[in-house]
């Protein structure tokens, strides 16, 4: 899929040892005051469940967008165990600043239907007399095996403030990967700004790319997926030469990058988000970087929790899978 994606070029936490010990299989947030259903998103009547990992999306995330008036409620699943990878088995309290978080959404693409919204639908440009193709985005939760023929697009949310690097890489049958490269920043996306911060929702690809989304389309028959490796850190890695074209990295580089900044990492899903639609709040916050997303609009299907104290780098990696 490295050719695709080429072409396309493709947003703290603050839980007691106690709640880890009594941790639940998913956590719900209710606001203040009785929540309609909005945007579809799935409510639960378990009002009073123990939320052990509030402080991952709601704290962590959430709270750190531009203000907005009460939503809707929202519920989390995890998928890993608390920080099942993390050097250190305690959570550390909120006020010495362990950990951050992140979160994306990969979405796959299906022709339109007339009941989808027209201001979210996006186009596929056919060639000769074909005609072309409108299109709708729906969430998918990040262990999603994709399937030959997918259209795919993933968008990234960073409460913490800093520089956005994604880099891709080939993931083989035998386990080996292929050659790093860097897909964003590139210039064809915001012109090569990759600076991220709360509420400020990077597209990949960009919206106007022909086409806006990467194919599934294994060229090799042991190719089994692609492996993402996703960086936030304070100032701009240094001796990159962004262009328009994804920037072909060394392993050297990307392994030493990983030794340096990996970190003990958990997972958590959205509870009902696979399925819903790209919406017009999402699409207009993803076409540039002024509109930001508050506390009210859809929170990313995936969160990654990374233990990393402050001033650190973060840096996940997120395996894209292929259906055999």
């Not at 959570?91 to 979210?120: C, H, K, M, N, Y």
């Not at 002024?290 to 973060?314: A, E, N, S």
């Amino acid at each position: 899929m490295r050719h695709k994606i080429k072409d396309s070029h493709v947003r703290c936490i603050a839980i007691a040892a106690l709640l880890l010990l009594a941790a639940p299989a998913t956590f719900l947030y209710e606001p203040p005051r009785a929540a309609a259903t909005a945007g579809g998103f799935a409510q639960s009547g378990e009002a009073d469940q123990q939320d052990d990992t509030r402080g991952i999306w709601d704290t962590g995330l959430r709270q750190k967008r531009p203000a907005s008036t009460p939503g809707k409620r929202i519920k989390y699943r995890r998928v890993t165990s608390p920080m099942a990878t993390a050097k250190t088995a305690t959570a550390l309290p909120a006020d010495q600043g362990e950990g951050a978080v992140i979160g994306l959404t990969f979405w796959r693409l299906r022709p339109s239907t007339e009941a989808d919204d027209r201001e979210t639908r996006m186009l596929e440009h056919r060639v000769g007399n074909k005609p072309d193709v409108q299109l709708t985005a729906e969430r998918v939760e990040g262990n999603t095996a994709f399937s030959i023929g997918d259209r795919v697009r993933l968008t990234i949310e960073s409460p913490r403030k800093g520089y956005l690097y994604v880099i891709d890489r080939e993931r083989y049958e035998n386990g080996s990967l292929g050659t790093p490269e860097l897909i964003f920043p590139t210039l064809n996306i915001r012109g090569g700004d990759n600076q991220v911060s709360a509420g400020r929702m990077i597209d990949i690809p960009d919206q106007s790319d022909k086409p806006p989304f990467w194919w599934v389309n294994p060229r090799q028959a042991n190719l089994v997926g692609e492996e993402l490796t996703i960086i936030v850190i304070d100032q701009p890695l240094a001796g990159l030469s962004i262009g328009r074209e994804a920037l072909k990295l060394t392993e050297q580089q990307v392994t030493e990058w990983q030794k340096k900044w990996a970190a003990g990492t958990e997972q958590i899903e959205m509870e009902g988000g696979a399925g819903q639609v790209y919406t017009k709040t999402e699409k207009d916050a993803g076409a540039n970087g002024t509109r930001m997303l508050t506390q009210d609009d859809p929170l990313p299907q995936t969160i990654f929790h990374v233990m990393v104290k402050p001033g650190k780098p973060l840096l996940v990696i997120v395996p894209l899978n292929y259906r055999s």
